[in-house]
Every structure is written in C-alpha cells, then in structure tokens.
C-alpha cells in the first residue's frame, strides 16, 4: 500500500481536492486506490443532497493521474506532467447519490492507451463490492511552449 505522502506531491489535486487516500496496488496498465473523502464535511463536490455520483468520475480522474504519476516516477522522473482532462463516455451511474454510512470507494482505473500526448481509461467505483460508477475518460498532455 502507497500512502498518499507517497504520491500527493506528484499530481497537480492538492488539499481538499485531492479526492484519493491511498493506493492499496497498482502495475503498468492498472491502479486501485481507495478514498472516503465521500463522507467527509469538507468534501468539495458534495452539494446538499450528498455526493451525486456523476462526481465519482472525478476519483477515476484522480486515479489516472495518480497512476501515470506513478510509472513516471517508476521511469525516473519526478515531473509533475500536466493533463486536461477532455472527455468522458459511457459513464453509467449505478445510483443517484453516494451512501457515505456504506463506507469506502474503491477506485479502479485500466490504462486502454497512452503515450507522450494523453491517455484513455476504463475507470470503475466501487463501494462494498457494489458497482457505483464506470466509464471511460481521455487526458491531453498539452505541449509546452
């Protein structure tokens, strides 16, 4: 398991934000972290209702990040790489709102594909073995200059 002292320096979400608690494993093509930010007062993205489950996308960002974070440092570099995230497809949502009493998320995401300009993940949440939200998503690597 990766605390996220670990890795929080390596991607841009930073305070409150950063959505993910630890990285329970993680390989080439795939990650799984957990959270219970869910349940948290302080939760950015929770409205009145609850958390809605179409923020859920936002942790299989985070976990991409985290991810492609990681294989860089595993490849020897500490750079920060900034990502846009640019589109989503076949989010489906399982419920409306998350249940924080169920306890945590676990966040997978599968890399489908990347290389120097940008990503594509399968990305799933989960909650007590419950499917909550899957989908996929799309990262640019903007150049510089």
Do not use: N
């Not at 959270?35 to 996308?57: F, K, M, T, Y």
């Not at 076949?90 to 676990?106: F, I, K, N, P």
């Amino acid at each position: 398991m990766l605390a996220k002292t670990d890795w929080a320096h390596l991607i841009p979400h930073q305070g409150s934000m950063c959505l993910l608690d630890a990285v329970l494993a993680w390989d080439e093509a795939d990650i799984h972290a957990i959270s219970e930010s869910h349940a948290r007062e302080d939760q950015p993205l929770r409205g009145e209702s609850g958390l809605h489950a179409v923020h859920l996308a936002e942790y299989g960002a985070q976990a991409m990040a985290v991810h492609g974070a990681l294989l860089a440092r595993h490849r020897g570099s500490e750079a920060v790489r900034p990502g846009r995230l640019v589109s989503l497809r076949e989010v489906t949502l399982a419920v409306e709102y998350v249940e924080a009493s169920l306890g945590r998320l676990d966040v997978h995401a599968h890399a489908l594909y990347a290389d120097d300009a940008g990503a594509q993940y399968a990305f799933r949440i989960e909650q007590g073995g419950r499917l909550l939200v899957s989908g996929r998503a799309a990262v640019i690597h903007p150049t510089r200059g």
